[in-house]
């Protein structure tokens, strides 16, 4: 597609549900970044994703949250037993090949956790 | 580690007058600086980027930004500001020197909300 787009835009859940946050990159792109923005806060960088490589998972804040990304295209990230501290955007980038520095963003998820 | 300041939780101006949105690093190596702008609702939209080269970079929407290795900044400027300018802008630094495999992730700030007045 023209852009990254992520699904659902907003999603509800009760506190203890497990939900799934999609991220589909622009086509091509290799590396794919799964960012958390909490209110009034910057971006905090949760997991990337290169090509076929395993994925650097330094920055997921508990083993909660898993991510995966099949076929080297489309994204999944888990957050399971949800918790209200979980409730921010979930944002994700995709950027192309070596040396191409920028990243491109979706709109980002909403999740609120009830 | 890699760090960004936005020291300016707020900056407003007048409609037509030039704006600053001030942004400072801290990197191991040399710096990637990037600027991103969100509007409400909406996910980041990248404006312009320092990699190498001309410390002057120009971007879209007719941003510029000033890379000052001395004094570690990379502040945004517009000439004239509109009323559509306003919006939440992001400073975001990666260090230049990375191993194989890592992950190249950006820090950002924590945002600056500018808002230019009619």
């Known amino acids: 597609g023209a852009g990254v787009s992520q699904s659902p835009s907003n999603k509800v859940t009760e506190k203890g549900k497990d939900v799934e946050l999609r991220c589909d990159p622009i086509?091509?792109?290799?590396?794919l970044y799964w960012y958390r923005q909490s209110l009034g806060q910057g971006l905090e960088f949760l997991i990337y994703?290169?090509?076929?490589?395993?994925?650097?998972k330094s920055g997921l804040p508990s083993d909660r949250f898993s991510a995966e990304r099949t076929g080297g295209s489309v994204s999944t990230l888990t957050i399971q037993r949800t918790q209200q501290e979980d409730s921010a955007v979930y944002l994700c980038?995709?950027?192309?090949?070596?040396?191409?520095?920028?990243?491109?963003f979706g709109p980002g998820t909403r999740l609120l956790v009830l | 580690a890699q760090s960004v300041a936005q020291p300016e939780d707020q900056v407003n101006v007048a409609e037509g007058n030039p704006l600053t949105v001030k942004c400072t690093y801290s990197?191991?190596?040399?710096?990637?600086l990037f600027w991103y702008v969100q509007y409400p609702n909406r996910g980041l939209q990248f404006l312009l980027k320092?990699?190498?080269?001309?410390?002057l970079v120009k971007g879209s929407y007719g941003f510029e930004a000033e890379f000052n290795k001395s004094q570690t900044s990379f502040h945004l400027k517009k000439p004239s500001a509109l009323v559509s300018d306003s919006a939440l802008y992001f400073c975001?630094?990666?260090?230049?020197?990375?191993?194989?495999?890592?992950?190249?992730?950006?820090?950002f700030g924590s945002g600056t909300q500018l808002t230019v007045l009619p």
């Open positions: 980038a995709s950027r192309g090949l070596a040396g191409e520095e920028t990243q491109y």
């Open positions: 086509s091509g792109h290799t590396a």
């Open positions: 994703f290169q090509g076929n490589s395993a994925p650097d």
């Open positions: 990197v191991s190596g040399n710096p990637y």
């Open positions: 320092y990699i190498t080269g001309d410390n």
């Open positions: 975001a630094v990666r260090d230049a020197g990375f191993s194989s495999g890592s992950a190249r992730q950006l820090t």
